[in-house]
């Protein structure tokens, strides 16, 4: 069974970093994407970031530039690099892993979706 524990959340003043982390414990068989989310309070969860290896990157618009998403595959650990922050990046972030087992010669596969548990990054002079 696959856990992803979170860490690195907090307090920081706009333009400060802050890093995540996102560390899976059990066995991860083949990785599809990582990805990390954050929701705001009353709103909906929206995509910050995901990265499918051997494809593309992709960044939601507010965080160009200024985030980066990574995969430490010797750590089975991802990170989210967050600079020059701002007050609406208020939110809990979540990270997600997204996962695939082949069962047959017939390629039918067993499909997994892990969420993190979440950690809250508060923006704020």
């Known amino acids: 069974q696959v856990q992803l524990v979170e860490s690195g959340g907090g307090l920081v003043q706009p333009g400060g970093s802050l890093r995540l982390s996102c560390a899976a414990s059990g066995r991860i068989y083949s990785i599809d994407s990582v990805g990390w989310y954050r929701q705001a309070a009353g709103r909906q969860r929206e995509l910050v970031a995901t990265?499918?290896?051997?494809?593309?990157?992709i960044y939601a618009d507010s965080v160009k530039g200024r985030f980066t998403i990574s995969w430490d595959s010797a750590r089975n650990t991802a990170y989210l690099q967050m600079n020059s922050l701002k007050v609406e990046d208020t939110a809990v972030y979540y990270c997600n892993i997204k996962s695939h087992f082949t069962i047959n010669v017939e390629g039918a596969r067993r499909e997994f979706d892990h969420w993190g548990q979440g950690t809250q990054v508060t923006v704020s002079s």
């Open positions: 990265f499918t290896p051997g494809r593309n990157t």
